[in-house]
């Protein structure tokens, strides 16, 4: 069974009515973030509950004749995977920081406020130490820490959002092109699902803020090629938890990077490329060694064969 089949098995009208709440829904609160703390509220609510969607989407992913793969190899996916994005991430980067000034010079600016903001304040031109802070400044800066990895945990059930879109947005294309979707290949429309939640999951990073077009487009371009990165990770691992992972480690070590940590991307990324070479050669050489049984199992079952033979 393809993966587009796959996809778009039967969906029950529960299960359709979550997958709309969690996709149209989700666009819609943002938006309204605008003017409402509650909605801000409800959209984080809409995100946790959309991990029990996940839980009823995940096998969609799979193909039955998919084996068993081991936890090296599942570790060595997410190693391989978080690599390909950090490099596909790098040059969307150093991309927008080439096409798009405006948005650029806005993102660093958001950045360089919220770290100041973040800031202990210096009176005296001597900076507080962190014991000398009354208790309440202290647990303001765990709340505030706590908050900002809190959101990029969350950030990671966006690939929940991008999976039950590709779902429906295949529903809705087997509904309008009948014809096209009982001539097989079907990927055709795996990849435009691919291409729209794509766009949309840049669109919705602008959402919750009134800006310029010059910044917005910037941001849209952006956002849109990170989505497509993950939605080919998605695709190629054909495993959306280690695809939420990836996203909500990524978002992570950046907000560590940006506000707490210098590099602390890089640092990680070393980290992962250290264990996926370690990993990667462990695997090779496990394999060599079931090669190896296998061969001498085979010439054995030859050797009998002959042997019976004469």
């Known amino acids: 069974m393809s993966l587009t089949t796959n996809l778009t098995k039967p969906l029950s009208k529960g299960l359709l009515l979550a997958i709309i709440i969690v996709t149209i829904g989700a666009e819609v609160l943002l938006y309204l973030t605008r003017f409402s703390s509650m909605a801000s509220t409800l959209y984080d609510a809409v995100m946790v509950s959309s991990f029990f969607i996940g839980w009823k989407l995940y096998r969609r992913l799979r193909i039955q004749q998919d084996h068993r793969k081991s936890l090296r190899q599942i570790i060595l996916q997410f190693t391989g995977a978080f690599l390909i994005f950090f490099l596909g991430s790098t040059v969307v980067n150093v991309y927008s920081n080439l096409a798009f000034e405006d948005f650029n010079e806005e993102y660093d600016q958001y950045v360089q406020d919220y770290t100041e903001s973040q800031a202990f304040e210096v009176e005296g031109g001597v900076d507080k130490e962190l014991p000398n802070q009354p208790i309440g400044s202290i ?33 809705v294309f087997k509904k309008i092109f009948p014809r096209s979707w009982e001539s097989p290949p079907r990927d055709g429309f795996l990849m435009a699902a691919l291409f729209i939640t794509s766009i949309l999951f840049g669109i919705d990073h602008t959402l919750d803020t009134e800006q310029p077009w010059a910044i917005r487009i910037g941001a849209i371009v952006t956002f849109a090629n990170m989505g497509f990165l993950f939605g080919l990770i998605l695709l190629w691992t054909r495993n959306l938890w280690l695809t939420v992972i990836i996203h909500a480690v990524y978002d992570i070590t950046a907000t560590l990077s940006w506000y707490y940590i210098d590099y602390a991307v890089e640092y990680f990324t070393l980290g992962v490329l250290i264990v996926h070479v370690g990993l990667f050669i462990l695997e090779k050489i496990h394999q060599n060694r079931l090669m190896k049984q296998i061969t001498t199992v085979q010439e054995g079952l030859n050797a009998e064969l002959t042997q019976s033979v004469e």
């Open 139 to 171: 647990f303001e800066k765990i709340d505030t820490i706590g908050y900002d990895l809190y959101n990029d945990a969350l950030a990671g059930l966006e690939e929940v959002w991008r999976l039950a879109y590709i779902i429906l947005l295949l529903v």
